[in-house]
C-alpha cells in the first residue's frame, strides 16, 4: 500500500477497492529542488499528496516575497481558491528539496465522487482541515508573541530548522529575519 493508499484509508476508512481506485488516477510526478510546481498568475490544476520533500507556498508582494506555508511529507496541497474555483492562483508554490509527489487533474478528480461516493466526505473533511488550519494560523498570528509562535513551530515541526531557509520560516511565522534570528539567539536549543 502506498504511502497516499495509506493516508486515504486512514482518514475515510474506505475498502482497500476504493482505496485502489481512488490512487489510481492520481499520477507519480517530480520536482526538482529549486523548481516550480505552480507560478502565480496560473490555474493550479492539481491536488496533490506530498509522497517525499518539501514545498514551499508564497506570494509576492510589492517589496517581498511572504511565505504562506511550508508544505512537507504526508500532506494534501493545493491552492484550493484556484483549484476549486478556477481562478488565477496568487501563490507560486516552489520545491525547497527534490519532492516526489502524487497529483490528480482537475477533470480526473470531478470523477472521484463518481467512482467512490464517500470521496465526497473526504472532500469535505480536506477543505474543513483546511480552513481549522487558517483559522489556527490567524489566531496564533493575533494572540501569540513572536517567540511563542517560533516555539510553536518548533516543537510542532522541528525539521522544518534544518531543512528549510530561515528567512523562509521566519515569513511564515509573520516576522522578520532579523526577529527571527534574536529570538532564536535568545532560546536555548
Known amino acids: 500500500m502506498t504511502e497516499l493508499q495509506k493516508y486515504i484509508h486512514q482518514q475515510l476508512s474506505i475498502s482497500p477497492t476504493d482505496c ?10 517530480a520536482v526538482q529542488k529549486g ?3 505552480l507560478q502565480s498568475g496560473k490555474y493550479c490544476n492539481k491536488l496533490t499528496f506530498i509522497q517525499d520533500g518539501i514545498l514551499r507556498i508564497y506570494t509576492n508582494m510589492e ?4 511565505t504562506q506555508w511550508i ?3 504526508g500532506y494534501f496541497l493545493t491552492d484550493v481558491h484556484s483549484f476549486l ?7 507560486t508554490m516552489q520545491a525547497l528539496t527534490d519532492t516526489a509527489l502524487y497529483t490528480i487533474d482537475y477533470e480526473e478528480y470531478l470523477l472521484l465522487g463518481k ?17 481549522v488550519m487558517l483559522e489556527n494560523r490567524v489566531l496564533d498570528l493575533i ?12 516543537t510542532q515541526q522541528p ?30 536549543s
Open 20 to 29: 485502489q481506485k481512488v490512487s489510481e488516477l492520481f499520477r507519480m510526478e
Open 115 to 131: 467512482l467512490v461516493p464517500k470521496w465526497n466526505e473526504f472532500e469535505k473533511m480536506f477543505i474543513g482541515k483546511c480552513f
Open 71 to 73: 508544505a512537507t511529507k
Open 63 to 66: 517589496d517581498k516575497e511572504v
Open 35 to 37: 523548481d516550480y510546481f
Open 159 to 188: 525539521e522544518l530548522f534544518e531543512q528549510v531557509p530561515l528567512q523562509y520560516l521566519a515569513s511564515m511565522l509573520g516576522m522578520t529575519p532579523e526577529t527571527f534570528s534574536r529570538i532564536r539567539k535568545k532560546l536555548p
Open 143 to 154: 494572540s501569540l508573541s513572536s517567540e511563542k509562535r517560533y516555539e510553536k513551530l518548533l
Open 85 to 91: 474555483y478556477r481562478y488565477p492562483s496568487r501563490f
